[in-house]
């Protein structure tokens, strides 16, 4: 696969290794006939270790060879999460630091999570682009600052903190990024 084809959540060889593709940002030169650059923040899928590759638009990398399986959330303890497979009704586990960050926007009946299996043990997950989460707290609207574009912290049902702008209210349910985790909009209802 070419830089410039690459995406998130996609899957590659390098160095021999599975990578998976974390973040992306394009580079443009500011040289006429310089190259357009792509860094990507990707992480080794055996090692778990962060890998930053800086490559032009035309280098490529190999895909890795991994099933892509539907999965829903089942249970956590203390050391794994646990994942079911939609169709097979398999389980798979993965421990919570490899996926600590994707936490932040699971919940039960989510879907649209993939797990990455890589010699028929689960690697990754994928996320969704955008969850929607209830806002279980946040101080109250304050009367008159509506048409500000000031913003206050909120937390979602799964415990992240999540800026959102002034006149959104505790029970509501928003849209947030699995990317960045920046609030994106009110949930149509």
Avoid: H, W
């Amino acid at each position: 696969m070419i830089a410039k084809d690459m995406k998130r959540g996609d899957v590659l060889v390098y160095n021999g290794s599975p990578i998976i593709v974390e973040n992306l940002q394009v580079q443009t030169p500011s040289a006429r006939g310089a190259a357009t650059l792509y860094k990507f923040r990707c992480r080794n899928l055996i090692t778990k270790d962060k890998i930053d590759l800086k490559l032009k638009g035309t280098d490529m990398l190999d895909e890795a060879d991994f099933r892509r399986r539907a999965v829903t959330y089942s249970y956590a303890d203390a050391s794994d999460v646990y994942f079911m497979d939609a169709e097979t009704y398999e389980m798979y586990n993965i421990a919570k630091e490899d996926v600590a960050e994707e936490l932040n926007y699971i919940k039960e009946g989510l879907e649209g999570i993939f797990a990455l299996i890589y010699e028929d043990r689960c690697v990754a997950i994928n996320l969704p682009v955008t969850v929607e989460m209830l806002v279980t707290q946040c101080d109250p609207a304050a009367r008159g600052n509506s048409a500000t574009s000031r913003e206050k912290p909120a937390t979602i049902e799964t415990g992240l903190v999540v800026m959102v702008p002034e006149y959104l209210e505790q029970g509501e349910i928003i849209k947030v990024d699995t990317r960045t985790g920046e609030f994106l909009g009110r949930a149509n209802k």
